[in-house]
């Protein structure tokens, strides 16, 4: 070891490290620089600096395992400083300070609220790969998926945030290549809307869809001819399907709906794919249509609740990606009320979203989340408008 009792020059106003992980990267940097050149006069300078800025970076930092982190690695740079003859500098890590955490700007916001996570949403969509994966392998084997769940278990979210994009990302064989259809709703005119969204180009004029209702009407194999179109194996998702039961009144027009969508499941030679979501509390419709029933009872998914590592998940993941902190306890609490409720990922979704919006720089406080009277009396009026 090279003795050096030389003052180093220290820099009294350094910086502090952008976050933990700046703080452990620059620590790295030091063992590697340590073990590669040794104690010489340019390294213990840099030592001196870092535990300056690392001092300084406490303001920064108000989570009790990241405190007692960066202090360790303090006080490591301090003794290898006074164990090479310096004086070190104070290695007490600063008090937390609110007032110095960055501001997050609301374009930032991880959280959905009321909204449905689209294919847009993928990158902060968690809490849902065990059943991503389950779909997946059924998919795998099956041509035709209902995902079935009660009312706010995220059967939309599910399909669209986290079982399409892991399809285009190549989650089985060939699905990059896919056509992927816009999502549609059956509605009240449900052969109007599969019309606009099979027509090639998109959506197209009033004619056209008139044109293609008859054609759906008289050929329960017309959307086998549609999709045959073009060249290529074709992803069709017929969100909250109960609704060609509960807002189609024409019968004749349910039956050429559900017609075309049985045959295209039944053709052996085409790489279609069809995915229904369906509320379990109107399951009890399908069996009005035999045909149907008996597809529905082997070809299903069910969306369950998610259990408390996921919702951690769900909660945490998000608010990762843009810096959003919780003080310590409060996703905690905020799990141990939400665990059990029925319809619990609205509940949770719209919590987070009025938290996001009562955050105090780039956290979300206790005094916010008591403020805010836990989420039972604010999701209260939202519960009573659930379908």
């Known amino acids: 070891m090279t ?5 180093t020059t ?3 106003l350094a910086p502090a490290f952008p976050s933990l992980a700046a703080l452990k990267a620059a620590h790295i ?11 010489t006069a340019e390294f213990l300078s840099k030592a001196d600096t870092f535990v300056r800025q690392g001092e300084v970076t406490g303001v920064l930092l108000d989570a009790e395992d990241d405190r007692w982190t960066a202090q360790s690695l303090l006080d490591y740079w301090a003794n290898v400083l006074y164990r090479a003859g310096q004086i070190p500098p104070d290695a007490t890590l600063a008090e937390f300070d609110v007032t110095l955490s960055p501001e997050l700007d609301d374009a930032l916001c ?3 609220g009321l909204d449905v996570f689209r294919e847009a949403d993928h990158a902060r ?4 790969q065990r059943l991503i994966e389950e779909m997946l392998a059924f998919l795998r084997n099956n041509r035709l998926l209902f995902v079935v769940g009660s009312s706010g278990s995220g059967k939309s979210s599910l399909v669209r945030a986290g079982l399409v994009p892991a399809l285009e990302g190549g ?3 060939g699905s990059r290549t896919w056509r992927y259809l816009p999502p549609m709703v059956p509605g009240s005119d449900p052969l109007a809307n599969l019309a606009r969204v099979t027509q090639p180009g998109g959506e197209g004029a009033a004619k056209w869809v008139r044109q293609e209702k008859i054609r759906y009407l008289q050929d329960t194999g017309h959307l086998v001819k549609r999709l045959a179109v073009e060249n290529a194996p074709a992803l069709l998702i017929v969100d909250q399907f109960e609704e060609v039961f509960t807002l189609c009144d024409d019968v004749l027009a349910r039956q050429a709906f559900i017609g075309n969508l049985l045959t295209l499941a039944a053709q052996p030679d085409t790489p279609h794919t069809i995915i229904l979501t369906v509320r379990v509390d109107f399951e009890s419709y399908v069996a009005r249509v035999p045909a149907l029933q008996s597809l529905y009872e082997h070809s299903q998914v069910r969306v369950t609740a998610l259990n408390a590592g996921e919702l951690r998940e769900a909660v945490e993941k998000p608010a990762e990606m843009v810096g959003l902190k919780f003080e310590q306890g409060v996703v905690e609490a905020l799990l141990q009320d939400i665990l059990g409720e029925p319809a619990a990922l609205p509940l949770l979704q719209f919590t987070l979203l009025k938290l996001w919006e009562n ?3 780039n956290r979300v406080t206790w005094e916010a989340y008591r403020r805010l009277g836990g989420w039972r ?3 209260a009026p939202m519960l009573s408008t659930m379908a």
Do not use: I, K
């Open 171 to 173: 989650a089985m064989p």
């Open 29 to 39: 940097a030091l063992l590697q620089q340590h073990h590669a050149s040794g104690e």
């Open 359 to 361: 955050r105090e720089h």
């Open 377 to 379: 009396w604010r999701a």
């Open 110 to 112: 991880p959280y959905r």
């Open 10 to 12: 220290p820099n009294v």
């Open 3 to 7: 003795e050096n009792n030389t003052a």
């Open 125 to 128: 969509f968690f809490g849902r």
